[in-house]
Every structure is written in structure tokens, then in C-alpha cells.
Nanobody, 125 residues
Framework: QVQLVESGGGSAQAGGSLRLSCAAS????????LGWFRQAPGKEREWVSS????????YYAYSVKGRFTISGDAAKNTQSLLMNSLKPEDTAVYYC??????????????????WGQGTQVTVSS
């Protein structure tokens, strides 16, 4: 089973930047889609961004489009999320996720089988 580990979380001022990384370990990683979700205090987990290595297409939630950039390195089984122009409402625990075989719905949490433990991102005003 593939294990995902996030890193790069921390604190930043509003308008600042952070880069989150996700590394896979364990069995050979074969997911075609990797993504990021986040969960703020008292709120449900929400989809942030995903990338398809098959097509190269990037997908973003409207709340982060234009500010966040997702990228992946298939050879290294890693992905990253560059977060620019951070806002206090970006404060959340961010989770790396890998889509299950045959999955197609980028924003659906149920389409992802592998999850990291999460990394805290705190943005202050």
C-alpha cells in the first residue's frame, strides 16, 4: 500500500507563500491523479487542487485558482502545492491524496484511496 507524507506546512503572513510537498513510499505508485484537500477547524474537508499526470491538466477549486499551483514529478512519486497570496481563510490542515484506479472525479473525496497524515498551514493577518 502506498503511503503519502506531507511536508512544508507552517505559518505565514497574509499575502505570503508556502510550498507543500507530498512524497509517496511503499509499493510502486501508479495513481494517475494526485490532489490536495484541506480541512479548517469546524468545517468539512474540501478539495483544493489536483493534477492528472496522464493529461498534464491541473484542476483548482475556485477559492484558490490563480493563487495556488500544483505540480508533480512522476519519476520521484512526489507532488507539491505552491501557495501564493495566502489568506487567513487558507488556514487548515492540508492533506495529500492519491486517486484510486479508475477514478475520474477530481473534486470528490471518495475518489481518492491514499491519504497523508496532514500538515498544518496557518495564515495570519
Amino acid at each position: 500500500q502506498v503511503q503519502l507524507v506531507e511536508s512544508g506546512g507552517g505559518s505565514a503572513q497574509a499575502g505570503g507563500s508556502l510550498r507543500l510537498s507530498c512524497a509517496a513510499s511503499g509499493r510502486t505508485f501508479s495513481s494517475n491523479v494526485l490532489g490536495w484537500f484541506r480541512q479548517a477547524p469546524g468545517k468539512e474537508r474540501e478539495w483544493v487542487s489536483s493534477i492528472s499526470w496522464r493529461t498534464g491538466k491541473q484542476y483548482y477549486a475556485y477559492s484558490v485558482k490563480g493563487r495556488f499551483t500544483i505540480s508533480g514529478d512522476a519519476a520521484k512519486n512526489t507532488q507539491s502545492l505552491l501557495m501564493n497570496s495566502l489568506k487567513p481563510e487558507d488556514t487548515a490542515v492540508y492533506y495529500c491524496a492519491a486517486m484510486k484506479p479508475g477514478g475520474m472525479l477530481m473534486s470528490y473525496q471518495s475518489e481518492y484511496d491514499y491519504w497523508g497524515q496532514g500538515t498544518q498551514v496557518t495564515v495570519s493577518s
